[in-house]
């Protein structure tokens, strides 16, 4: 990243042609420069102004809605200039050359807006990296999970520990520094010791939720397994809604992984379609099979579909898996399964997806969890000083103990020894973010 004295400015919108596009400038001279382009007053802060924006040999290029934040109370902290320009490329290529030309203005690098919100205080690690996921929600879960990372919930829980962690390592330390004063509660490394047993208990329980944000972020996993010309394919081009899948009557028709993305009432849910699971001695269908066997082992949730009345006794099943009864349509309902359905009427696909829904809702109750490596590894690494020091029966060193998970801690928002991390963490941004 460059020197943060630099004005930056980058297009903040979508992608173009598009109805309107914002373009972002920050920096000392975004006010300057707004000026320059629309040669006349600057509008009050906060409140829309249409101004005419003119190149350098006064030439029209747009009109455009201007806003203006000034600093501090700005996104970045810095002065702030939001132009709504008509959203053609050559409107913004034109603006864009005129600001590129200004002494002290430059083209911003990805993610150096949010950087600089960083830098300024104006947002944590934590809120920076949910307003990542923010952007690139796609499912309504996915977006309230965000929510609660990027609008500081996540981090006032870590704040709210790292607080209750200073007060117990702050009790230990009078004792050992002030035994022999009268004003110093005794035995206080006794009495702080529920303090941190309930820290450790709650981080322990937003570790566990860990799964169900991952989950939420990335998909939950549904592998379609079972024996050739059970419905597999059938269920999968079902469930899409189109032919994602060939279907024939012929057994292996199906050698490779197939997948489709769906959203369940909000939740990602990815599924795949695999090979028929039998002996054969075709080397692809080999292949497609061993892969099916290892989509089982990583799958969240299994369907095994079997024809209705064609029960195996040895089905490759999971801990995770549902029974699934195909071609109701041509059979009767049998007790053996989880659920009975049929791909050509739909009788039972309604069941199989409040099946779906249910296993994802007891792996994530809507509570807010970690959503990347780096906060649960910094977690686990809080968890493990917080073990140490329930253990420590010596006070120096169970006070040692809790300042390192305190800095733990204070590493998940930013607060401690992150420089290393920062161009890794906003260089996934988009460049006006």
Known sequence: MSVTTDTIFALSSGSLPAGVA?????GPAAFPALMQLTRGTQPPPRKAALRKILDREEQLIDEALVLTFPAPHSFTGEDV???????????????????????????????????????????????????????????????????????????????????????????IEAELDFADEDDVPGSVGERVTADIAAVHTELEKHLESAKGGEIVRNGFKVAIVGPPNSGKSSLLNYLAQRDVAIVTGLAGTTRDVLHIDLDLEGYLVRVFDTAGIRESSDVIEQEGIRRARQLIDTADLVLYLEEI????LQAPLSPHALRVGTKLDIHRRAPSYDICLSTVTGEGVGLLRKAIISRIQSAWDGSVAPMCGRQIALLRDTSLHLRSALKETELELRAEHLRRAATALGRITGQ?????????????????K
């Open 22 to 26: 914002v373009l972002r400038i920050s």
């Open 81 to 171: 200039v939001e132009l709504q320009l008509h959203g053609s490329r050559a409107v913004v290529n034109a603006v864009c050359s005129q600001l590129a030309a200004l002494p002290g203005l430059r083209l911003a690098e990805a993610g150096e807006f949010s950087r600089r919100a960083f830098e300024n205080g104006r947002l944590d690690l934590v809120e920076a990296e949910g307003l990542a996921e923010l952007i690139a929600a796609e499912t309504e879960m996915q977006r309230r999970l965000a929510v609660e990372q990027s609008f500081g919930r996540q981090s006032h829980l870590y704040e709210d520990w790292t607080l209750r962690l200073t007060h117990a390592r702050a009790m």
């Open 309 to 312: 009345g064609w029960e195996s």
């Open 416 to 432: 401690v020894d992150v420089e290393q991390l920062l161009d890794v963490i906003f260089s996934q941004f988009c460049i006006g």
